[in-house]
Protein backbone atom coordinates (compact mmCIF):
# COMPACT_ATOMS: atom_id res chain seq x y z
CA UNK A 1 0.00 0.00 0.00
CA UNK A 2 1.25 3.59 -0.77
CA UNK A 3 1.76 5.86 2.13
CA UNK A 4 2.56 9.08 2.60
CA UNK A 5 4.70 11.04 5.71
CA UNK A 6 4.91 14.76 6.17
CA UNK A 7 7.11 14.76 9.26
CA UNK A 8 7.07 18.23 9.98
CA UNK A 9 3.54 19.51 12.19
CA UNK A 10 4.15 23.14 11.76
CA UNK A 11 6.12 25.38 9.44
CA UNK A 12 6.38 29.42 10.56
CA UNK A 13 7.92 32.12 8.49
CA UNK A 14 8.27 35.39 8.27
CA UNK A 15 6.35 37.39 5.64
CA UNK A 16 8.20 38.06 2.30
CA UNK A 17 10.72 34.52 3.35
CA UNK A 18 10.76 31.27 1.87
CA UNK A 19 9.72 28.16 3.81
CA UNK A 20 10.53 24.41 2.50
CA UNK A 21 7.54 21.56 3.78
CA UNK A 22 8.92 18.03 3.20
CA UNK A 23 7.14 15.02 2.05
CA UNK A 24 8.28 11.42 1.78
CA UNK A 25 5.74 8.86 0.45
CA UNK A 26 6.26 5.03 -0.14
CA UNK A 27 5.40 2.94 -3.59
CA UNK A 28 6.24 0.51 -5.84
CA UNK A 29 4.65 2.13 -8.71
CA UNK A 30 6.67 3.95 -11.66
CA UNK A 31 3.97 6.45 -12.53
CA UNK A 32 2.14 7.93 -10.58
CA UNK A 33 0.64 11.92 -9.72
CA UNK A 34 2.13 14.45 -6.51
CA UNK A 35 -0.02 16.86 -5.61
CA UNK A 36 0.55 19.69 -2.67
CA UNK A 37 -3.04 20.76 -1.50
CA UNK A 38 -3.81 23.85 0.76
CA UNK A 39 -6.42 23.42 3.04
CA UNK A 40 -6.97 26.83 4.89
CA UNK A 41 -9.53 27.79 8.00
CA UNK A 42 -12.81 27.91 5.24
CA UNK A 43 -12.21 23.82 5.24
CA UNK A 44 -12.20 23.22 1.10
CA UNK A 45 -9.41 21.79 -0.45
CA UNK A 46 -7.44 23.38 -2.79
CA UNK A 47 -4.64 22.13 -5.40
CA UNK A 48 -1.56 24.18 -5.03
CA UNK A 49 0.66 22.11 -7.46
CA UNK A 50 1.21 18.84 -9.32
CA UNK A 51 3.94 16.82 -11.07
CA UNK A 52 3.71 13.48 -12.87
CA UNK A 53 6.20 11.27 -11.55
CA UNK A 54 6.94 10.53 -15.65
CA UNK A 55 8.25 14.43 -15.93
CA UNK A 56 12.00 15.04 -14.71
CA UNK A 57 11.62 18.63 -14.60
CA UNK A 58 9.92 20.38 -11.46
CA UNK A 59 6.63 21.69 -11.78
CA UNK A 60 6.33 25.31 -10.71
CA UNK A 61 3.49 27.79 -9.79
CA UNK A 62 3.95 31.18 -9.58
CA UNK A 63 5.10 30.97 -5.89
CA UNK A 64 5.20 27.66 -5.10
CA UNK A 65 7.67 25.40 -6.82
CA UNK A 66 8.46 21.61 -5.57
CA UNK A 67 11.56 19.31 -5.53
CA UNK A 68 10.64 16.25 -7.01
CA UNK A 69 13.48 13.51 -6.15
CA UNK A 70 12.03 10.35 -7.60
CA UNK A 71 14.99 7.59 -6.70
CA UNK A 72 14.92 9.28 -2.80
CA UNK A 73 10.64 9.37 -3.05
CA UNK A 74 10.64 12.72 -1.63
CA UNK A 75 8.32 15.59 -2.41
CA UNK A 76 9.02 18.77 -0.91
CA UNK A 77 7.06 22.19 -1.62
CA UNK A 78 8.93 25.33 -1.35
CA UNK A 79 6.94 28.56 -0.78
CA UNK A 80 8.54 31.85 -1.96
CA UNK A 81 7.84 35.13 -0.66
CA UNK A 82 5.15 34.14 1.91
CA UNK A 83 2.10 35.94 2.12
CA UNK A 84 -0.33 36.18 4.77
CA UNK A 85 -2.68 34.14 2.78
CA UNK A 86 -0.38 31.23 2.89
CA UNK A 87 -1.26 30.62 5.92
CA UNK A 88 -2.82 27.65 6.14
CA UNK A 89 -2.95 23.41 6.71
CA UNK A 90 -1.10 21.73 3.53
CA UNK A 91 -0.94 18.06 2.66
CA UNK A 92 1.03 16.50 0.51
CA UNK A 93 -0.97 13.63 -1.80
CA UNK A 94 -0.11 10.70 -3.88
CA UNK A 95 -1.97 9.21 -6.76
CA UNK A 96 -1.33 6.06 -9.13
CA UNK A 97 -1.11 6.91 -12.50
CA UNK A 98 -3.05 3.25 -13.68
CA UNK A 99 -6.82 5.16 -14.04
CA UNK A 100 -8.51 8.39 -13.99
CA UNK A 101 -10.86 8.02 -11.02
CA UNK A 102 -8.45 6.64 -8.48
CA UNK A 103 -8.04 7.87 -4.85
CA UNK A 104 -6.12 10.01 -3.56
CA UNK A 105 -3.45 9.40 -0.27
CA UNK A 106 -2.61 12.11 2.12
CA UNK A 107 0.30 12.78 4.06
CA UNK A 108 -0.59 14.07 7.84
CA UNK A 109 -0.49 17.64 6.88
CA UNK A 110 1.74 20.79 7.59
CA UNK A 111 0.59 23.68 9.42
CA UNK A 112 1.88 26.57 7.59
CA UNK A 113 2.08 30.26 9.96
CA UNK A 114 3.14 33.42 8.51
CA UNK A 115 3.80 36.06 10.76
CA UNK A 116 3.63 39.61 9.67
CA UNK B 1 -18.71 26.90 -13.51
CA UNK B 2 -20.15 25.34 -10.58
CA UNK B 3 -17.73 23.69 -8.37
CA UNK B 4 -18.60 20.65 -5.84
CA UNK B 5 -21.26 21.30 -3.32
CA UNK B 6 -21.99 19.29 -0.46
CA UNK B 7 -24.98 20.04 2.23
CA UNK B 8 -25.68 20.38 4.72
CA UNK B 9 -22.91 22.70 6.15
CA UNK B 10 -23.57 21.81 9.46
CA UNK B 11 -24.83 18.87 11.19
CA UNK B 12 -25.05 17.96 15.16
CA UNK B 13 -26.88 14.24 15.45
CA UNK B 14 -27.02 12.13 18.58
CA UNK B 15 -25.08 9.11 18.86
CA UNK B 16 -26.93 5.94 17.35
CA UNK B 17 -28.79 8.38 14.93
CA UNK B 18 -28.61 7.97 11.56
CA UNK B 19 -26.65 10.78 9.49
CA UNK B 20 -27.15 11.57 5.77
CA UNK B 21 -24.40 13.67 3.76
CA UNK B 22 -24.89 15.13 0.31
CA UNK B 23 -22.61 15.96 -2.42
CA UNK B 24 -23.28 17.32 -6.39
CA UNK B 25 -19.75 16.80 -8.31
CA UNK B 26 -18.82 19.37 -11.15
CA UNK B 27 -20.95 18.99 -14.37
CA UNK B 28 -19.21 16.27 -16.87
CA UNK B 29 -17.16 14.79 -13.62
CA UNK B 30 -18.62 11.41 -12.89
CA UNK B 31 -15.99 10.28 -10.02
CA UNK B 32 -16.89 11.18 -6.61
CA UNK B 33 -15.12 10.50 -3.53
CA UNK B 34 -15.51 10.83 0.23
CA UNK B 35 -12.73 11.38 2.43
CA UNK B 36 -12.89 11.72 7.12
CA UNK B 37 -10.81 14.39 8.32
CA UNK B 38 -11.17 14.09 12.13
CA UNK B 39 -10.02 16.87 13.94
CA UNK B 40 -6.28 17.47 13.80
CA UNK B 41 -6.09 14.27 11.80
CA UNK B 42 -5.09 14.39 7.74
CA UNK B 43 -7.97 12.57 5.50
CA UNK B 44 -8.87 9.07 5.01
CA UNK B 45 -10.32 7.72 2.26
CA UNK B 46 -14.12 6.37 2.47
CA UNK B 47 -15.52 5.75 -0.44
CA UNK B 48 -14.99 6.11 -4.72
CA UNK B 49 -17.79 5.99 -6.49
CA UNK B 50 -18.00 6.02 -10.49
CA UNK B 51 -20.84 5.71 -12.61
CA UNK B 52 -23.54 4.98 -10.19
CA UNK B 53 -21.11 2.11 -8.88
CA UNK B 54 -18.72 1.77 -5.53
CA UNK B 55 -15.30 1.11 -6.92
CA UNK B 56 -13.49 1.31 -3.74
CA UNK B 57 -13.73 1.70 0.26
CA UNK B 58 -11.33 2.20 2.69
CA UNK B 59 -11.01 0.63 6.11
CA UNK B 60 -13.98 2.11 7.58
CA UNK B 61 -16.85 -0.38 9.26
CA UNK B 62 -19.89 -1.20 7.22
CA UNK B 63 -22.31 1.33 8.98
CA UNK B 64 -20.47 3.97 6.61
CA UNK B 65 -22.30 3.50 3.11
CA UNK B 66 -23.36 5.37 0.18
CA UNK B 67 -24.54 5.60 -3.33
CA UNK B 68 -24.09 7.39 -6.57
CA UNK B 69 -27.41 8.55 -8.35
CA UNK B 70 -28.07 8.31 -12.40
CA UNK B 71 -26.73 12.47 -11.84
CA UNK B 72 -23.65 11.70 -10.64
CA UNK B 73 -24.39 13.20 -7.04
CA UNK B 74 -23.94 11.07 -3.64
CA UNK B 75 -24.97 10.34 -0.75
CA UNK B 76 -23.12 9.41 2.33
CA UNK B 77 -24.87 7.24 4.92
CA UNK B 78 -23.70 6.58 8.29
CA UNK B 79 -25.90 4.81 10.49
CA UNK B 80 -25.29 4.13 14.29
CA UNK B 81 -23.44 7.32 14.94
CA UNK B 82 -20.47 7.09 17.57
CA UNK B 83 -18.49 9.76 19.02
CA UNK B 84 -15.58 9.13 16.97
CA UNK B 85 -17.57 10.07 13.64
CA UNK B 86 -17.50 13.77 14.87
CA UNK B 87 -15.46 14.94 11.54
CA UNK B 88 -15.00 16.95 8.61
CA UNK B 89 -16.74 15.29 5.47
CA UNK B 90 -14.98 15.84 2.06
CA UNK B 91 -16.30 15.46 -1.08
CA UNK B 92 -14.33 15.61 -4.24
CA UNK B 93 -15.11 14.80 -7.89
CA UNK B 94 -13.06 13.94 -10.92
CA UNK B 95 -13.76 12.92 -14.22
CA UNK B 96 -12.08 12.86 -17.99
CA UNK B 97 -12.44 16.84 -18.72
CA UNK B 98 -9.33 17.57 -21.06
CA UNK B 99 -6.08 17.84 -19.35
CA UNK B 100 -7.54 17.52 -15.91
CA UNK B 101 -8.44 14.28 -15.91
CA UNK B 102 -6.32 13.43 -12.88
CA UNK B 103 -7.39 16.38 -10.56
CA UNK B 104 -9.74 16.77 -7.72
CA UNK B 105 -11.66 19.44 -6.91
CA UNK B 106 -13.02 19.51 -3.65
CA UNK B 107 -16.09 20.78 -1.99
CA UNK B 108 -16.18 22.84 1.30
CA UNK B 109 -17.22 19.66 3.33
CA UNK B 110 -19.80 18.54 5.92
CA UNK B 111 -19.27 19.18 9.70
CA UNK B 112 -20.85 16.51 11.51
CA UNK B 113 -20.75 16.57 15.53
CA UNK B 114 -22.08 13.42 17.49
CA UNK B 115 -23.22 14.55 21.07
Known amino acids: AQTVTQSQPEMSVQEAETVTLSCTYDTSESDYYLFWYKQPPSRQMILVIR??????QNATENRFSVNFQKAAKSFSLKISDSQLGDAAMYFC?????????????FGGGTRVLVKP | EAGVTQSPTHLIKTRGQQATLRCSPISGHTSVYWYQQALGLGLQFLLW???????NRGNFPPRFSGRQFPNYSSELNVNALELEDSALYLC??????????????FGSGTRLTVV
Open chain 2, 92 to 105: ASSGWTGSENYGYT
Open chain 1, 51 to 56: QEAYKQ
Open chain 1, 93 to 105: AYRRAVAAGNKLT
Open chain 2, 49 to 55: YDEGEER
